[in-house]
């Protein structure tokens, strides 16, 4: 990432200038690792290097001392970039994370979003500007891939699946993971041995887990240029793919999955893949699914001024051909009705004080007791759905409260390939970056405050009812 530079100096008398550089950390938590195995001497003119292979000597003028090799497997699982689901402008970035991300964690402690880093903007200098890791690391959170089956069908992106399928003496020789599962989810990740435990989280797998989470299993701040010492346990929220660093811990988990050819490459990452079970009570369509990386400590991996141990490393939207879900944000109903001109008065009767409305150009904020002349029938309300907040109106004549979770049936047609997220698709068009296209989409309102979505339908269906 930068040139090699070494540093010599005494323990424990570190020059405090110097702490907030490379070598001082690193020298510090080598000192703590090795406290013991050189109680009677210091560190002295110890040679520190800070690249990923390089080792690190540890002893005194006249013993051989000891040695330790950063390990290189962090580079892979941190600063190799692939696609990145939070959006590269700033203010898209910020709502992102407030109205995807914090309410997945409300009240279990937040995993804050991987930090990464440009290698070439980190400076080819001597002494790199640390500033840069600890204050400029850009949010990221690696795009997860889906596939959703057919009855029985084999994946688009085919892999032998999980080594129990394949354990001589069962009953499935012959099958494969189509006859077995619905579906899997795919992650970019780096060798094992640098995270302690691997982690699948969202809003439905919490809730099955129930709201109070032991405060072990809660993210702990991190902040530093190496991974923490603490907490070096399993403990941590949500469905444990792998744990003590190595062991994968769910049995359809499948580590390294097949490349899927013909996409986007992410070597040198490798895939993990969690395969659906066809009982599995997830993922509920339109939910964010995150996998959470928790640092292994010890030896000490850099963790790059990581904001929390765990972090949400990488997730995406997931859905099916035919439905999604949303958040109910506010509800307008008809007040009145003017039978000569054939329209009627709609009022905002409910707003939500729990989820904030998006802001931004072509986002309408409602406020209760706001109303609206319309040529319209029933009820219609304002849903957040994935990253959009969306007007829809119901198939029936229930009234949905906010802050729910409502089903959302898209355009129905014929299936004949399975679901991948590459056909995510939004719920509405959005203001181009630019003045023309933000005049273009104001006209396409036709002077409306906002447009209703008339293909996509609220429907009374509760998802994995037992």
């Not at 009240?107 to 980190?122: C, F, H, S």
């Not at 066809?278 to 959470?292: C, I, N, Q, R």
């Not at 049936?409 to 933000?438: A, C, D, H, Y």
Request: glycine share 10%; hydrophobic share 35%.
């Amino acid at each position: 990432m930068s040139e090699r530079w070494y540093r010599g100096f005494d323990m424990p008398d570190i020059d405090m200038l110097k702490e907030g550089q490379m070598s001082g950390a690193l020298s510090g938590r080598l000192a703590q690792l090795f406290s013991m195995a050189n109680e009677e001497e210091h560190m002295a003119r110890a040679p520190i290097s800070i690249d990923p292979g390089d080792m690190s000597f540890l002893g005194s003028d006249d013993s051989p001392g000891l040695a330790l090799s950063l390990p290189i497997a962090y580079d892979v699982w941190y600063l190799w970039h692939t696609v990145n689901i939070i959006p590269d402008d700033h203010d898209k970035r910020d709502e992102f994370m407030e109205i995807v991300l914090q309410p997945l964690f409300k009240g279990r402690g937040e995993a804050k979003p991987l930090r990464t880093i440009n290698k070439e903007a980190a400076g080819q200098g001597i002494t790199p500007d640390l500033s840069f890791f600890q204050a400029k690391g850009i949010p990221y959170i690696k795009e997860m891939r889906f596939e959703t089956f057919l009855h029985d069908r084999a994946p688009l992106y085919d892999s032998p699946g999980p080594n129990w399928i394949n354990d001589p003496g069962l009953d499935h020789e012959g099958s494969g993971p189509g006859d077995i599962y619905a579906g899997y989810l795919a992650f970019p990740v780096g060798p094992l041995g640098v995270m302690r435990v691997v982690s699948l989280i969202s809003e439905s797998i919490l809730a099955q887990g129930g709201e109070s989470q032991d405060d072990s299993e809660r993210p702990k701040p991190g902040g530093e240029l190496l991974s923490p010492m603490e907490h070096q346990d399993n403990a941590c929220m949500g469905l444990h793919l792998v744990e003590d660093t190595y062991l994968i811990h769910n049995p359809d988990t499948e580590y390294p999955a097949k490349e899927m050819v013909g996409t986007e490459e992410i070597l040198p990452h490798h895939w993990l893949r969690y395969w659906l079970k066809k009982s599995d009570k997830f993922p509920v369509p339109g939910e964010f699914m995150v996998l959470l990386a928790k640092a292994q400590g010890v030896p000490p991996h850099c963790w790059w001024y990581q904001e929390t141990n765990p972090i949400s490393y990488s997730g995406n939207f997931f859905e099916t051909e035919y439905y999604t879900s949303g958040i109910v944000l506010a509800v307008i109903e008809e007040v009145d009705r003017d039978k000569e001109a054939g329209t009627a008065t709609y009022e905002v009767t409910e707003v939500s004080t729990e989820h904030e409305q998006k802001h931004g150009h072509g986002e309408y904020h409602l406020q209760k007791g706001m109303q609206f002349t319309w040529e319209e029938v029933g009820a219609v309300y304002k849903i957040r759905v994935k990253d959009q907040d969306l007007y829809l109106k119901s198939s029936d004549f229930l009234l949905y409260k906010i802050d729910g979770r409502v089903a959302v049936r898209k355009v129905p047609g014929i299936q004949s390939k399975n679901f991948t997220w590459e056909q995510l698709e939004p719920g509405r068009g959005t203001p181009g970056s630019t003045v023309e296209g933000m005049n273009d989409f104001d006209i396409s309102l036709n002077g409306k405050p906002f447009e209703i979505n008339r293909k996509w339908v609220i429907v009374p269906i509760t998802f994995y009812e037992e």
